[in-house]
């Protein structure tokens, strides 16, 4: 079992045959991919979630939920940004 280089919460199992099984810890999701564009479209689907711990804010979503109330948009690198920071500190305060 191996965690994703990029998304820490999607974990890969190699299958026999050459396939993978992915996990996402967060929504407890699974697929066995066999081909790798079905293994990044599983990943690019599970990317976008809040946290990598479902029981907490990070820091990237308590950033974003103040700037949201400020009326500030949201852009792609605002996105890239929450999420490096959620990497960061994971576990600012509870859901």
Request: glycine share 8%.
């Amino acid at each position: 079992m191996q965690r994703h280089p990029q998304v820490k919460w999607v974990v890969t199992i190699p299958l026999p045959g050459g396939g993978m099984r992915l996990a996402c810890e967060v929504c407890k999701a699974q697929i066995d991919a066999y081909v790798q564009h079905d293994a990044d479209r599983f990943v690019g689907q599970h990317a976008n979630h809040q946290s990598a711990d479902p029981r907490y804010y990070g820091l990237g979503d308590a950033v974003e939920r103040v700037t949201h109330a400020l009326g500030l948009q949201r852009c792609t690198p605002c996105e890239e940004r929450r999420r490096a920071m959620n990497q960061l500190a994971p576990r600012i305060w509870k859901r």
